[in-house]
Nanobody
Framework: QVQLVESGGGLVQAGDSLRLSCAAS????????MGWFRQAPGKEREFVVF????????YYADSVKGRFTISRDNAKNTVYLQMNNVKPEDTAVYFC???????????????WGQGTQVTVSS
């Protein structure tokens, strides 16, 4: 069992930076592949990025590539999402998720956080 708690969301202006955190607890927290997803009002949940359990490999959605960076500190069981040059279309609830293998499909992740709201004003 893995519990995930996101934090760091808020209201920012276009072009600003924001860092989200996802603190994991549980027996396998440090060995899980981690992903970030987001869901805007009226839209389906979409993949943002994942990172492997070792942190050596990452994969980004085209919409955030070059602006967002995922990292993890396994000693702290925490995954970060650094968001730079944010845009109004980045407005969404951001969720972190944990699973056995990294994937872009949300169905591949077993554990989910409650989400944190990110709102970007123009």
């Amino acid at each position: 069992q893995v519990q995930l708690v996101e934090s760091g969301g808020g209201l920012v202006q276009a072009g600003d930076s924001l860092r989200l955190s996802c603190a994991a607890s549980g027996s396998t927290a440090g060995t899980a592949a981690m992903g970030w997803f987001r869901q805007a009002p009226g839209k389906e949940r979409e993949f943002v990025v994942f990172i492997t359990s070792s942190g050596r490999s990452t994969y980004y959605a085209d919409s955030v590539k070059g602006r967002f960076t995922i990292s993890r500190d396994n000693a702290k069981n925490t995954v970060y999402l650094q968001m730079n040059n944010v845009k109004p279309e980045d407005t969404a609830v951001y969720f972190c998720a944990a699973g056995l293998v990294p994937a872009v499909q949300s169905s591949r992740y077993k554990y989910w956080g409650q989400g944190t709201q990110v709102t970007v004003s123009s």
